[in-house]
């Protein structure tokens, strides 16, 4: 099937992302996002790459295991030994399988002459933790295409030299799982990127051509369309070949693709940018590429930044204050916790920023719900988070090298601003109160981080930005793929000063925000600024799970940061695919429309605006001040 879909949209013409169509914008009284697998909450554990790179090997994943057990950390949630790249020898051409390479893993040398992980899947099983696989969705692997020569990669002739799941999907899913017990898989996709005939790897007879679906540094020139087809059949063979829903199946094409838009309904985690490396520049870079897609991201579907780089480089014993830093927003932005340090190495006070239970239970909290950016600037921002139970989580984060002293205020947390609000700091323990808003001395690459509680601004309800992770842009609105210019450009990790500097990258800038319109802008409907809301396009539909609030309300209109060229929208809110309520058409310039519906016993709302005629609706609209009361 793969093959077949790929020749279908072969070449690398892109497929054209059309406006939204009436039936994207009918209500389904569904939620779109992701919930199978095991991703309830974002995934906890340890990786090999950051660490080996291809150079894996048993003992080296069992001593990382042995430490994860023995300081704590398994206890603390940490689960996931993950192998990456690096463990193959080769395919089987008579069977199609793919042989593990015993002189690193020689356990997995069966009496029969085959190859196994199952002795080692066992083994982790045995000590309490899960065990995760690497593959690529081509026929290639990262390590192969941008690591030709090493002593790693597989070996044989080109054929048996083709690892990667590309027409092997269905049989590979089921060794990994089915066999030899894996509960979790990281998929690249290098082997679709890297390798068109101009490659010099190919013209050299080292591997087979594989005309690009990817073109990294262009959008016009990627075909969304299969590369989403791709890992759709991967998600379809994991669901088969498991179906008590035990495994967990990471994304990872570096936030290209689009995948932005459509990766939260196919997968459990998905990379929202390039590898990260061990400077505090490139761990920005990634922070940012998911820092500001908080309603893309949910229980069952989260935004990975990729694994934290905590013990090496800038991150390393000589850095705590970064460390920290890299840990506490990896917590607060429910990035999955994948350490990627060879943890024989780590000594006590490294162990103990990874074993922080107060910073991994923001992380973990069931509530699901991604940190919202209250304060954005270059150098100091201000995250809030909403807890399961009630309370906030708040982290500022000073991104420079100089101090700063930064204002809190109780409007940023949602919280009421003549009522006292206590804070509890996550990284020395101590306790604060304060009324209305109080000042923060933060330290050069510090993130402060705190517990917060205090009285509701909303006392019977919240706003639907206090709560992303039970809001989902199901259709977002976005037709004109834009690479985002918001996240943070360092000096290139591979390429030093050489060329032009790295451009804007990643597709996905006019996507839904919290608390903002889609470009950054505050929202503003006819001059009415509103500092809490939805900014999203028009033509987009919203579904929101319903935790029994009785009413939704709103204050609605084309928001003031775009051109609707005339056009008029719409806002519709349905409960469980019936309509409930829905506003006159309002034009650009029009004053804000209250629309309210009666929820209570709806499971799904869905919130709809659509355009008065068709041809496009790249313009903001606004669903101001938007909330769930009693």
Known sequence: MLRSLYWASAGLAMIAAGPAFADDLAATGGWSANTKGQAATPPMGWNSWNAFHGDIDEEKVLASANVIVNSGLAAKGFKSINIDDGWWWKRDMATGRVIIRTKTFPSAAMPDGSTSFRPLTDR???MGLRAGIYSDIGRNTCGQVFG??????PEGSVAEREVGLYGHVDQDIGIFFKEWGFDYIKVDGCGIRALPASSPLVKNGTYRAFPPLIDFDSIQRTDVKAVRGLFEEVAQALDRHNPDGQYTFSLCIWGSADVRSWAAKVGNLSRTS???TPQWSRMLHNMDTAARRELYAHPGSWNDPDMLFIGSGEFDAAHMTEARSHFSMWAMLNAPLIIGFDLRKANAEQLAVLGNSAIIALNQDPGGHQAVLAYDSNDLQIYVKTLA????????????S??????????QLKLASDAQIGMTDLWSGKTMQFVGETKLPVSPRETLVYRVSGRHLLPNGSYLS???GNVYPAVDGVTARQLDPMIHRGL???????GGGEPPRYAGWGGARADRAPWGQELSISGTKFPYGIGIMANSRIEVRNPG?????????IDDSGDAGGRRVRFEIYGDRKLLSQSAWQAAGTAPASIEASVAGYRIIELVARTDRPGGGDFPVSWGSAALTD
Do not use: M, Y
């Open 402 to 411: 100089a101090p700063i002293e930064a204002d809190l205020t109780a409007a």
């Open 549 to 557: 609030k009785r009413k939704l309300v709103a204050q609605v209109g």
């Open 274 to 276: 390039e590898d990260i």
């Open 124 to 126: 982790l099983h045995a």
């Open 492 to 498: 290139g990790p591979w390429t030093g000063t050489r």
């Open 148 to 153: 030709n020569g090493s002593s790693t990669n």
């Open 389 to 400: 139970n009630g309370d906030k989580a708040v982290a500022l984060l000073n991104r420079t």
């Open 466 to 468: 206090e709560l992303p």
